[in-house]
C-alpha cells in the first residue's frame, strides 16, 4: 500500500507558476512509477507527466516545455513545476503510483491521491 498526498493547488493568473508536490508514505524510486494526471470539469482524467527512477520522464504534448516532474528521493515525494500557466490548465490535478515502470493510462495504476485543484485565471 502507497499512500499519496497532493499539496501545492490554488489560483494563479495566467503566465504564473505554481509547483505541486505528492508526498508518498513509503519509498517509490526504482519500485514505483509516478505519474500526474488532471481531469477539468466535464472531461476525462488525462495524463499529464510522469517520472520513472532517477531521469526518466515523460510529458503530455499540451504540457512540454512549460511543466517539469522531479523526485526528492529522501522525502519521498515528487513535484511538479508548472510554468507558463494557461486557463486550458485549469483541473483538479491527481498523483498516481503504479507497480514497476510508469504509464500514460491512468487505469494502470494502483494508487492515488486525493486531488488538488489548480486554477488558472485569464
Known amino acids: 500500500q502507497v499512500q499519496l498526498v497532493e499539496s501545492g493547488g490554488g489560483l494563479v493568473q495566467a503566465g504564473g507558476s505554481l509547483r505541486l508536490s505528492c508526498a508518498a508514505s513509503r519509498r517509490t524510486f526504482n519500485r514505483y512509477g509516478m505519474g500526474w494526471f488532471r481531469q477539468a470539469p466535464g472531461k476525462e482524467r488525462e495524463f499529464v507527466a510522469a517520472t520513472w527512477g532517477s531521469g526518466d520522464t515523460a510529458y503530455a504534448d499540451s504540457v512540454k516545455g512549460r511543466f517539469t516532474i522531479s523526485g526528492d528521493n529522501a522525502k519521498n515525494t515528487v513535484y511538479l513545476q508548472m510554468s507558463s500557466l494557461k486557463p486550458e490548465d485549469t483541473a483538479v490535478y491527481y498523483c498516481?503510483?503504479?507497480?514497476?515502470?510508469?504509464?500514460?493510462?491512468?487505469?494502470?495504476?494502483?494508487?492515488w491521491g486525493q486531488g488538488t485543484q489548480v486554477t488558472v485565471s485569464s
Open positions: 498516481a503510483a503504479k507497480v514497476g515502470y510508469y504509464s500514460f493510462y491512468p487505469n494502470n495504476y494502483d494508487y
